[in-house]
Nanobody
């Protein structure tokens, strides 16, 4: 069984910062990059940032210059540093990754999500 567990969400004032973490665990052979998505109430889930296995990075235009994605391969963990937060960043944040599990084929896995609320 493979799990992606997010942490680090919470309530922050506009202009503040949060750091999200996503830790993968289980009988993992390989992880082919990790991504962060978010879903605000009444809106579709959107890609926020992605980092490939080789370290290539992409960001949504709405977060460029404010969010930073990184990963620690040894810890099987991805991070999302969020600075200069705005009320419109309020959403449930999810991490996702294509993972090769022992005895299985590649599959996409998702975490349970962590709530980020930006409000004064």
């Amino acid at each position: 069984q493979v799990q992606l567990v997010e942490s680090g969400g919470g309530l922050v004032q506009p202009g503040g910062s949060l750091r999200l973490s996503c830790a993968a665990s289980g009988r993992i052979i390989s992880i082919n990059g990790m991504s962060w998505y978010r879903q605000a109430p009444g809106k579709q889930r959107e890609l926020v940032a992605a980092i490939s296995a080789g370290g290539s990075i992409n960001y949504a235009d709405s977060v460029k210059g404010r969010f930073t994605i990184s990963k620690n391969n040894a810890k099987k963990t991805a991070y999302l540093q969020m600075d200069s937060l705005k009320p419109e960043d309020t959403a449930v944040y999810y991490c996702s990754a294509p993972i090769l599990v022992l005895g299985k084929t590649w599959s996409d896995y998702w975490g349970q999500g962590t709530q980020v609320t930006v409000s004064s």
